[in-house]
T-cell receptor, first 110, second 116 residues
């Protein structure tokens, strides 16, 4: 069965510090991976997806098939990055449901 | 663009009553809508996938007769919690996808259901 694991429930850093939110997945095929973010009192929204290979708000994530990981990174955290981050997996492009991890709350202190 | 709304945003009902939650795509046609349930401090669990004009596909362990889903148009899907009980209290979130070639889901703000 497919599974997404986010080992950290809470990650606290100071402003300007590097951030890495971990995500590991289990799936025997070629998945599509996403990071979703939920700011306080706002709805869930897409942050980035691995096929785009883009940087959004300074965040990047690289799919490592050997380690089955899709960690989210940012070199210098900002206070406005404080939010709930969810890693999600789709088994195939454009047709399948999303399987979410349990989420990691990022707190960035001033 | 790509806004999804839910109504109501919160609802309190008595045990044994039924509650309907609406999910609308405001500025696009949603060929597929998803319904999720989120318990406090837990992840989103997919309940069912609904395609316009066809029966919803429920995830394992989700009672079809308990959670009735209707996707009558390309902009509206409804979730009806029938004979609600306190254990049905949760945060229900819908999302919509606009086309077969799009894999991005746009999420609604969620509906908080409390069953007394």
């Amino acid at each position: 069965a497919q599974r997404v694991t986010q080992p950290e429930k809470l990650l606290s850093v100071f402003k300007g510090a590097p951030v890495e939110l971990k995500c590991n997945y289990s799936y025997s095929g070629s998945p599509e991976l996403f990071w979703y973010v939920q700011y306080s009192r706002q709805r869930l929204q897409l942050l980035l997806r691995h096929i785009s290979r883009e940087s959004i708000k300074g965040f990047t994530a690289d799919l490592n098939k050997g380690e089955t990981s899709f960690h989210l990174k940012k070199p210098f955290a900002q206070e406005e990055d404080s939010a709930m981050y969810y890693c999600a997996l789709s088994r195939s492009y454009n047709t399948d449901k999303l399987i979410f991890g349990t989420g990691t709350r990022l707190q960035v202190f001033p | 663009g790509a806004v999804v709304s839910q109504h109501p945003s919160w609802v309190i009902c008595k045990s044994g009553t039924s509650v309907k939650i609406e999910c609308r795509s405001l500025d696009f046609q949603a060929t597929t809508m998803f319904w999720y349930r989120q318990f406090p401090k837990q992840s989103l669990m997919l309940m069912a996938t609904s395609n316009e004009g066809s029966k919803a596909t429920y995830e394992q362990g989700v009672e079809k007769d308990k959670f009735l889903i209707n996707h009558a148009s390309l902009t509206l899907s409804t979730l009806t919690v029938t004979s609600a009980h306190p254990e049905d209290s949760s945060f229900y979130i819908c999302s919509a996808r606009w086309g077969a070639q799009a894999n991005e889901q746009f999420f609604g703000p969620g509906t908080r259901l409390t069953v007394l």
